[in-house]
């Protein structure tokens, strides 16, 4: 038989609401306070950096002041990004051992695929891409992360229902680095939203069932909606004392200069390679890479999964990573090597290119 | 040394099961905490490490340190009530060493107890480390590292 689960919906709120409603509902479920949950949840618009992330390295925090938007910290991990009314997100909060499954890859892979089929369902071609993303045609319609508090599992998502580009390109600092004439368009080419493949917007009721039932059926669980309850009212007052106060938002600081863009491009055999790398030097680690330039690749969504599959990656990794992209898909790339997209980043990385960034 | 599914436990430490985190009691009095390799196994490769400030008293089973994998964001649990003495620079330069070496350089923070003897009753250590690992393991439906 179906188990229980509750369906929340919290509506339009601001950034700390609903951060504060994370932490409340994480610790409750924890506690044995709370039934596992599928909450919906929508924000005015705000900034939410990663958990680990600094505000000063991310954003953007004057046009941020200027505009209105609030600046906040997630509790679950992953990169900064740009929250309006026209997106929409999702939360599943669960014990540790209510998927079973273990390790918390295998985690994520079911939930997105689950949120992807909910999304095929609306008619779009939606797909799991390792390592958190759902995307469409090699284009991101949803980014994803968690956190987990001893036996208890929270693991969100955003759907782009639609999205104002430009504004989250002012938001994002790294991304108004490279603000060039070409940024929006780069942008575009990268994220896709519902509004742009079905030509409106659907009425939010019909996403959030779409969801709901994606979950339901997946996960054999019955959904009944509810309210929050007592005690996590009480726990939500507590938790909002944290976390809508600048000691939280604050809580990790880093100097922008440790995050840098750097730049390359060269002509290859076969073809021309720019790249712009997004590279953390403190930990070694490419955060993000951008490819553009000259050169024949198809499929031609196989450069935009080239640059999920290098998110995040330790530069030692870098050649290895690139190799066993290749290997493990159909591409053609004409007369280019594919190890030059590798050597185009170390190349932007060299210590020639530092000292010119 | 214990072995259980692929995973490293020496069984000269000191356990929290249920957190899956590790204490090694030094000469000195101080102890050494990190994550087990079953710890990392489920977690994935580590890309962020935020340790609690030194001098913080952490309570046992609070969080005295904060990891990210994959987007994951999970905190780690003091195994006894105690001071921070110090936080890893090391693994703070490169979050992976706690994947590649758990119980050696990947140690997360030396904390001095308040009362390892009333505290440590809880951990598991020696003889029991194995079968209490099978049993979370068995319970967590984990394959093996």
Redesign the interface.
Known sequence: MAVAWRLLDTGLRRAADNIALNRTLLESRAAGESPNTLRFLRFTPCALL???QSAAQELDLEYCRDHGIEVQRR????GAIYFDPGQLGWELYFG??DL??????SV?RRLCELAAGALRRLGLDARFRP??DIEVGGRKISG????????ALLFQGTLLLDCDVEKMLRVLRISAQKLSDKAVASARERIVTVRELIGQLPPLSEVQQALAEAFAQGLDIALAPDELSATEQARFVAALEEIAQPGWIDL?AKPPADRSLRHATQKFPGGLISVSVDFDA????IKQVWFSGDFFVTPRRAVLDLEAALR?V?LEHLEDTVAQFFAAREVDCLQLDPASFARIVRQALAPAALAAS | MATVRGCNLPDDLYYNVENNVWARKEADGTITVGMTSYACSLAGEIVSYTPKKVGKEIEQNKSVCTVESGKWVGPVKAPVTGEVLATNPDVAAKPGAINADPYGSGWLVKMKPSSWDGDSGALVTGGGVASAFEAKMNADGFGGC
């Open positions: 990663g958990y680990h509790i679950t991990g992953g540790r051992r079973g499954v273990a390790d918390m890859e994520s390592r958190n994803t992360g968690g956190v987990s508090e001893g036996e990790v403190v930990v070694g680690r995040n330790a």
